[in-house]
């Protein structure tokens, strides 16, 4: 059985992180190991951090020395991990019982390098808002438009991932990135289509900032991917109207 390793960034998720790593510690897919990257300056929430982590030794915490955001702390647990796949968790999303071993299954089977699930959009008491269904990526145009791999449903083998081709520094859309850069050095993202993950919607998180996101929208596009500046607006313009119609 091939170790997994949870990569969890966390920062001022209090509420939920209780949740989020029990549904990370409690996988029917035993063997794992959980690396919660702590970003957050103000340390009062390590000590409640430090209280989960000593109900299981598969934890462990990296203390980031300055505040580094989500994109780089997932880095820096890439880098602090051992295991043969890498599987990424935010601090307020939860999976399924099953989740690590159907999907670790369906990779071994098929010798795949990158898998996503399909998934569900929750509010913060759970209520289910709607749902993403997965699908195949295996060219760069056919995720340009929009973005529809959801993070916490993404394994991926650590092997694949190296200076090149890493989280960059961005406030959001930095798994967009990751994964363009994937496809476009060749790479297929394979979809398995069964509803694995909870991916809550929270009012205060800087997913939820429009500014923020188009800002970071036209950064995909014309810093990473080398885009015109005509070329980025394009692209921008349809990511934007296909985030509302996914509304």
């Known amino acids: 059985m091939d170790l997994v390793s ?12 209780n949740k989020t790593i029990n549904s990370a510690v409690n996988q029917s897919y035993k063997h794992i190991e959980i690396v919660i990257v702590y ?3 103000n340390i009062d929430d390590l000590k409640f951090i430090n209280e989960i982590k000593k109900k299981d030794k598969r934890i462990v915490i990296i203390q980031n020395q300055k505040k580094e955001g989500a994109g780089n702390s997932r880095n820096i647990g890439i880098s602090n991990s051992n295991g043969k796949y890498i599987a990424f968790l935010d601090a307020d999303d939860t999976w399924e019982k099953n989740k690590l071993e159907k999907q670790i299954k369906f990779m071994d089977t098929n010798n795949l390098d990158i898998s996503h699930t399909s998934y569900y959009i929750v509010d913060e008491k759970n209520t289910i808002l709607g749902k993403r269904f997965a699908k195949n990526f295996f060219l760069l145009k056919e995720l340009l438009k929009s973005c529809d791999i959801g993070l916490s449903t993404v394994v991926i083998k650590k092997e694949i991932i190296n200076d090149e081709i890493k989280f960059p520094v961005l406030k959001t859309k930095e798994d967009f990135v990751l994964w363009l850069k994937l496809l476009e050095n060749g790479k297929k993202i394979y979809a398995f289509n069964e509803y694995l993950t909870f991916w809550t919607k929270s009012k205060h998180s800087l997913s939820s900032s429009t500014y923020q996101k188009i800002l970071d929208g036209f950064r995909v596009y014309h ?7 005509f070329k980025s607006l394009y692209f ?4 934007s109207i296909n985030f509302i119609l996914k509304k």
Do not use: H
Request: glycine letters at 0%; hydrophobic letters at 40%; proline letters at 4%.
């Open 223 to 229: 810093k990473y991917m080398n885009f015109n500046f």
């Open 39 to 41: 970003d957050d300056e």
């Open 236 to 239: 921008l313009f349809c990511l």
């Open 6 to 17: 949870v990569i969890i960034p966390y920062y001022n998720k209090k509420k939920f992180i």
